[in-house]
């Protein structure tokens, strides 16, 4: 039976331009043939070029999730008689905290108030009271929608003298990664999200005094050993066996953002976009409010508060009537909020190849839909 064609405003896996999808089609490789090491050497050429990556980073590409490059990072810099902090201001910055907890490592939260950025003063006292040797990092929350000043995060961590790991899951590719002022021990990012691609491969920028730090970790494991995935990188490799059908549309993707729209260009137009949603949110009150301040607010999706008259389940059902898969919020903050008796979220991508024609068309539709339910 077919499958019911849908626009994506999803905040990953994100909708595809065609060329992305037909870049599928091209031949498929050795994953250790000369060819392999040609199309790896355009993808990291490409993603330092996004990155703006200084030279005292190595890149690795280790298969599956952003959440897979997150517990390596994790699991390679964490020894067992570490003291972990993760820093949470909201969903993906717990995660970190079930890795920890799941690799029996010694941790403490650091939590903040959903939709609230980190606050460095509240960090630095922290810090100094708990002597911590790795610390977590969300850079942007996409559970809140929220973006956190990770120079001034890593700067505190490294100056009482731990190492910082910072999620750039749903930020990379779509604004500053920060990497040369921030200077974290690991930065983790993946597909799916702002690069515009199909999930399926994490991508670690790895500073050289993570790598003197794994050295000195015991049971780091195989596919979760940092030392093994920057090694393979410097030679143009893969570790373990890659998709090579991503890898394919990652040299074809990657090259068009640097070579084709621009990486500033890029950068400029997700936040445009989210200065669209913004206001287009805020001219309706009526049925939405912003859920994150100005100064805090992603570049790459926006949370809404939605009036309790609307239903999110009719929401999204009406959408797809339209034509589009959108979001209703992430199940477990609408869960606090709802218990709290808060106002449910949506969320708004405006990340990846959406660009402002299609963004106008899904709001146009979104209003109209949410005035219709409302009524």
Known sequence: MPRQALELFIPGPTWLRPETRQAALLPEFGHRDSQAREVVSSIFDNLRAIAELPDDYDIALVNGSGSTGMECALRSLVADDDRLLCVTVGVFGALFHSMAIGNGKQVERLDFEPGCSIDLDVLEHTLRNGRFNVVTLTHNESSTGVVSDIVGACRLIRAHGALPIVDGVSLFGGDHSRIADALPAVYATTTQKCLALPAGQAILFVHRDALD?????????????????????????????????????????????????????????????????????????????????????????????????????????????????????????????????????IRIPHMGDIGPAMLGRYLDALDSESAALRR
């Open 213 to 345: 730090k794994a050295a000195q970790v015991s049971n780091r494991g195989y596919t979760s050993d940092l030392l093994k995935h920057v090694e393979f990188g410097r030679d143009r490799q893969i570790m373990t066996t890659p998709d090579t059908t991503l890898l394919n549309q990652m040299q074809v993707q990657l090259d068009t953002i640097v070579h084709a729209e621009g990486v500033l260009q890029r950068f400029a137009r997700h936040r445009a976009m989210r200065t669209t949603v913004r206001d287009w949110a805020t001219a309706r009150p009526d049925r939405f409010e912003l859920f994150v301040a100005d100064a805090d607010a992603s570049p790459s999706l926006t949370t809404v508060s939605i009036d309790p008259a609307l239903d999110p389940a009719a929401l999204k059902a009406a959408m797809r009537e339209r034509g589009y898969l959108i979001d209703t919020g992430h199940k477990k903050l609408n869960d606090i909020l709802g218990a709290q008796s808060r106002r449910l979220l």
